[in-house]
């Protein structure tokens, strides 16, 4: 099988890594890739939006899937794009269409669907800049924190929990009124704050059936005991300690199994993963926000636990028999720690030349902010490297992973010395 994954990140690193080991491989091609992803397969230096240089590239290399790694080019409509062209038709895109993307583009939409399905969810109201005195309102009569969330995409930004109705208001304004956000905050969604423990669930699906991946808890703000500001993720863990097989079972049953449903009865055809963010309150599991594509960096530490054969799994998403398939995963404990550059989630340099990567022995080393400059690798994001190790228990492995990490180096680069302090 000749396959083109799409993306640059430490989600596509541990893809391209398990799709390299797929016997049903013939060549991996990666779009536009990282210095790490070159290890596995050809990178190609293609924008993961640009649909038509994309269609060039299937046709010349006759490629035979497209896994789709990043949220975007779901959410601006490849699987669509392939569809409706005659010469592509056939070639099977791993992620959803438009419609079905909007799980994740749009926070209204995501929380239509949860109502009209029955999934248990915060309580909400949308709203626009027409609507603003409304929004005020509901805000009063709402208790802090006030939890505002841009509709669209923002980034990973566009999510705001604030303690003081004033303030909750001003920011209400400027994300309405001027546009905080750009076009994703032109609705905005209020819904009232979940108090409870986080974890996220992945599903891969065919649009009829299902198979639950390992589930996974990572740790989005830059500062230690989770403080100060929101990033794209510092580190993650599998499993999650509090997630028994009682609280899994609930989680199937009530927010799975309604979704995958909720998406057929809807006519909405999914074919690839769904992320679920949850929350644990109380023993009973709330959806928080669906993605349409795996996370990162959580697919450092599900990837690495897979057993089965993913491109295997892949072709029964794409021809509908992902029911005959079989997954496994590994019973040992995985944990990932992100190393990030000086300065980020705000400001933060590039280009700065990393030392020791190839020192961690019984460590994986998944690229996430890179570029290859000759045989030197320099940092080309704000998180640059996920170290991800195994153990009989979190402790082994987070252990392992930090001194791993000790051996990686360039200017300025940081890294939280207690992932899974929460569950330990």
Known sequence: MRVLLLGNGG???????????????EELFIAPGNAGT?????NVPIDVNDFSAIREFVIKERINMVVVGPEEPLVNGIHDFFLADDVLRNVPVIGPGKIAAQLEGSKDFAKQFMARHNIPTAKYATFTKETLEQGYAFLEAMKPPYVLKADGLAAGKGVL?????????????????????????TRVVIEQFL?????????ITDGDS????PEAKDYKRIGEGDTGLNTGGMGAISPVPFADPTFLDKIQNQIIIPTVKGLRNDKIPYKGFIFFGLINVKGEP?????????????????????????????EGVATGTLSERDIQFSEKCAATVMMVSGGYPEAYEKGKTIYGLNAPTDSLVFHAG?????????TAGGRVIAVTSYGKNLEVALKRSYAALENIEFEGAFFRKDIGFDVL
């Open 161 to 185: 929990i604030l303690e003081d109705l004033k303030e909750a208001k001003t920011e209400l304004k400027l994300m309405l009124a001027d546009a905080k956000f750009g076009a994703a905050s």
């Open 210 to 213: 299902f198979k639950i991946l």
């Open 370 to 378: 890179t570029v290859a400059d000759g045989p030197a690798v320099r």
């Open 286 to 314: 709330y959806v928080i926000e669906y993605n349409c594509r795996m996370g990162d960096p959580e697919s450092e530490v599900v990837i690495p636990r897979l057993r089965s054969d993913l491109l295997d799994l892949f």
């Open 195 to 203: 108090k409870g423990n986080e974890l996220s669930v992945f599903v």
């Open 38 to 42: 070159r290890q596995h397969g050809q």
């Open 11 to 25: 989600r596509e690193h541990a893809f391209a890594w398990k799709i390299a080991q797929s016997s049903l491989l």
